[in-house]
T-cell receptor, first 113, second 118 residues
Framework: AQSVTQPDIHITVSEGASLELRCNYS??????LFWYVQSPGQGLQLLLK??????LVQGIKGFEAEFKRSQSSFNLRKPSVHWSDAAEYFC???????????FGTGTRLQVFP | GAVVSQHPSWVICKSGTSVKIECRSL??????MFWYRQFPKQSLMLMAT?????????EQGVEKDKFLINHASLTLSTLTVTSAHPEDSSFYIC??????????????FGPGTRLLVL
C-alpha cells in the first residue's frame, strides 16, 4: 500500500537560513509526487510536482525538490527562507492509475526573524 | 489561476442536525472533485471521490449514508453531514480537478470548512 512519511512534525529556522523538509514514500513503482503548502485560512497550494524526467524539480516561491529513487525520498528545499514561508507543508504521493492522493502528516515550519 | 471555494468557511451546529458544505470551482469545470477530512495536527484523509452526474466513490470506512455527496454540475459538489455528532467535528477540504487536465495534472484545493458539532 502507498504511504508517505514526513519525519519532522515541526521545524524552526531563522529567516535567510536554508531549509530542507524530508519526505519518504512507499510505493511499488514510480509514483507521482507532490509538495503542497497550507497557510491558515487558505487552501492547499501546489508548490511543485514530479511525474517523470529530471529528478530535480523547480517549483514556485523558490522551492525545489529532488526525487531519489534509491532512497524513496522527495525532499523539499529552499536556499533562503523568508518569514512568509511559515506554514504547514504536505508531501503527497499519487498512483499512476488513479486520481487519489495520499498525504503525509505534514511539517509545520516556523520562521524566526 | 484556478480557484476553488468552499461555503461555509466554518459552521457550528447542534448534535443531530445536518450540515451541508458546498465546493465550487469558480473559473474551470471539474468532472471530479474530492472530499478530504483533516483532524488537528494530522494529515488529509480522502473521504470520497465525487464524479459529476454519477454516484460518489467512498473510501473504506467512510459511511456513505452519513456523508452524502452530490455532484450535480461541473462546478459544484456538496457534502452533507447527516445527523452530525461531536465526533464529526473536523476540517473538511475539497479539491477539484480541471476537466481539461490530464491525470493529476491539476487538482486545486478549497480553503476548507471547519465543522464544530456541539
Amino acid at each position: 500500500a502507498q504511504s508517505v512519511t514526513q519525519p519532522d512534525i515541526h521545524i524552526t529556522v531563522s529567516e535567510g537560513a536554508s531549509l530542507e523538509l524530508r519526505c519518504n514514500y512507499s510505493y511499488g513503482a514510480t509514483p507521482y509526487l507532490f509538495w503542497y503548502v497550507q497557510s491558515p485560512g487558505q487552501g492547499l497550494q501546489l508548490l511543485l510536482k514530479y511525474f517523470s524526467g529530471d529528478t530535480l524539480v523547480q517549483g514556485i516561491k523558490g522551492f525545489e525538490a529532488e526525487f531519489k529513487r534509491s532512497q524513496s525520498s522527495f525532499n523539499l528545499r529552499k536556499p533562503s527562507v523568508h518569514w512568509s514561508d511559515a506554514a504547514e507543508y504536505f508531501c503527497a504521493v499519487g498512483a499512476r492509475n488513479t486520481d487519489k492522493l495520499i498525504f503525509g502528516t505534514g511539517t509545520r515550519l516556523q520562521v524566526f526573524p | 489561476g484556478a480557484v476553488v471555494s468552499q461555503h461555509p468557511s466554518w459552521v457550528i451546529c447542534k448534535s443531530g442536525t445536518s450540515v451541508k458544505i458546498e465546493c465550487r470551482s469558480l473559473d474551470f469545470q471539474a468532472t471530479t472533485m474530492f472530499w478530504y477530512r483533516q483532524f488537528p495536527k494530522q494529515s488529509l484523509m480522502l473521504m470520497a471521490t465525487s464524479n459529476e452526474g454519477s454516484k460518489a466513490t467512498y473510501e473504506q470506512g467512510v459511511e456513505k449514508d452519513k456523508f452524502l455527496i452530490n455532484h450535480a454540475s461541473l462546478t459544484l459538489s456538496t457534502l452533507t453531514v447527516t445527523s452530525a455528532h461531536p465526533e464529526d467535528s473536523s476540517f473538511y477540504i475539497c479539491s477539484a480537478r480541471d476537466v481539461l487536465a490530464g491525470v493529476k495534472e491539476t487538482q486545486y484545493f478549497g480553503p476548507g470548512t471547519r465543522l464544530l458539532v456541539l
